[in-house]
């Protein structure tokens, strides 16, 4: 029997099996050996122990498209994050790192802002000059009023997607209005395993509709780069790509260097103020903190 595992805690995996419902499993010893630890995402092959009781053992992890250390998962097709567009106003650093370690891993991002009801037209369309010309796709919602939420569904279809963001920003009123089942299941899955009080504390992974699910995990207010080293940090900057043929010096820090494309670019209003001073603070951090290795 094959099945996704949607939470792991305390030793047990939750396994949810398309139209039959979630198992209880532990894992085979043989992972422990093999210093392999199954993670939420992870496709498995398991063994019935109890059908009514609906427990079992992981016998197989399948094959992993890729794999996320925070929060730790597995087989993400895309990440969803949400910023709210007003109350918290959007802190574009965390916002910016967020991208560059879901540009690191090669997981497409689609940029939420909610509580577009708070804001004017011509706030919204601020936040979209941010980021809509690097190449993300900018999803405006209302999840009080219900507002923009088809075209959140409509992203998430067929797909595994990873919802994150800070507190306040309403994600957990989003999860609940696109997974109406999503409180239902999560109850279940607390009474089964009697920690629903920790529940926000693990991610896990929520059945929306076949070959569709979500991971919830906990709020974010920190995010630190610790793998990333200054020189590199400007690939995770897709917008300066197109820029970098312009520069006078190879390997360009787009910072110093005269005859820079990317300062060029940035001077006629190409690229965004403040993706680029998000990228000069991140840059003198690595710098800082490296010795300028």
């Known amino acids: 029997m094959q099945g996704k595992i949607i939470k792991g805690i305390a030793g047990f995996y939750y396994v949810h099996v398309a139209g039959t419902g979630i198992f209880e499993c532990k894992a085979k010893g043989i992972f422990r050996k093999e210093k392999i630890k199954p993670l939420v995402g992870d496709n498995v092959e398991m063994e019935l122990l109890d059908a009514q009781d ?47 370690t879901m540009e690191q891993k090669e997981i497409e991002t689609i940029i939420c802002f909610n509580k577009q009801d708070l804001v004017q037209p011509q706030e919204l369309d601020f936040l979209r000059s941010i980021y809509e010309p690097c190449g993300y796709r900018v999803l405006a919602v209302s999840a009080r009023k219900q507002q923009g939420l088809e075209e959140v569904r409509e992203v998430l279809q067929n797909r595994t997607t990873t919802v994150a963001g800070p507190s306040g920003v309403g994600k957990s009123s989003m999860i609940n209005l696109l997974s109406p089942e999503a409180d239902m299941e999560t109850g279940t899955l607390s009474e089964k395993i009697d920690r629903g009080k920790h529940t926000t504390r693990h991610s896990q992974l929520l059945y929306i509709d076949e ?24 690939d995770y900057f897709r917008e300066f790509e197109k820029y970098e043929p312009f520069c006078r010096f190879q390997g360009c820090s787009h910072i110093h260097e005269p005859d820079c494309g990317v300062k060029a670019a940035l001077a006629e209003g190409k690229i965004s103020p403040v993706r680029y001073e998000n990228y000069v603070m991140l840059y003198e951090d690595r710098k800082n903190k490296r010795g300028g290795r």
Do not use: C, H, W
């Open 211 to 234: 070959d569709t699910y979500i991971m919830d995990t906990p709020g974010f207010s920190s995010l630190y780069l610790t793998d990333i080293g200054q020189e590199e940090l400007k």
């Open 54 to 100: 609906k427990t079992g053992n992981i016998i197989r992890i399948l094959p992993r498209k890729n794999e996320l250390i925070r929060p730790s998962v597995a087989n993400i097709d895309q990440a969803l994050v949400i910023f709210a567009a007003k109350k918290p106003k959007p802190n574009f650093n965390l916002l910016d790192r967020f991208l560059i």
